[in-house]
């Protein structure tokens, strides 16, 4: 018999650890829905966690599908240095807000328009790590705050204005009442006196008279 080769052993011994070596995959966090006014700037937020360490390799790219359909679109692209776009809807109007140290890849879209309507995609490549999900956010841009959450803002402040309202009226009310019981104690007091005094005026007249008839 044969023994085997050292070529074939090594070759052998590498599918083992490559079979034990754990899968790895980038993780992508965003917030899936967002939605802002138009003409305002809004920041993308896009996270995400990696097994391989951050380094010179690790690349991000930012794309964009319109709600209304058609091709998809370059927005941004990150590679040691931010590369943002020559031409199109997005030129002059994305910027760079990510810190790779705290794995964020987020970017702000300004000056918003009705046409940015769609959905964002974030991925993140950090070799070895270049698999995994593309993070994805559906943004929604509006004239102005839906009605509930200004109805409910407004809910809120008026109860917060009426409820100072009524504390106000129990305090003056209460202060009220409390001088109101003051002066009538008072003026008790001052009669309580008067009679007093009417009574003893009265006792040292019939004393007087009956020292005078005796």
Known sequence: M?????????????????????IAAVEIYTSRVLEAVNGTDVRL??????FAPVG????????????????????????VDPFKPMRGRFKDRVGWDGNLQRYDVSIILWKLQFDDNGTYTCQVKNPPDVDGLIGEIRLSVVQTVRFSEIYFL?????????????IVIVVVLFQ?????????????VVELKSKEEERL???????IYLEDTD
């Open 201 to 207: 005026n009265q006792e040292k007249k019939v004393a």
């Open 45 to 50: 937020k896009c996270t995400f966690s990696s």
């Open 154 to 166: 407004t809910l809120a402040i008026g109860s917060a204005c009426t409820l100072m309202v009524i």
């Open 56 to 79: 010179d390799a690790l690349t991000v790219t930012w794309n964009f599908r319109p709600q209304d359909g058609g091709p998809e679109q370059f927005v941004f692209y990150y590679h």
């Open 2 to 22: 044969y023994g085997k080769s050292p070529t074939r052993a090594v070759l052998l011994l590498g599918i083992q650890l490559t079979a034990l070596w754990p």
């Open 176 to 188: 009220h009442f409390r001088k109101k019981r003051w002066a009538e104690r008072a003026q008790k």
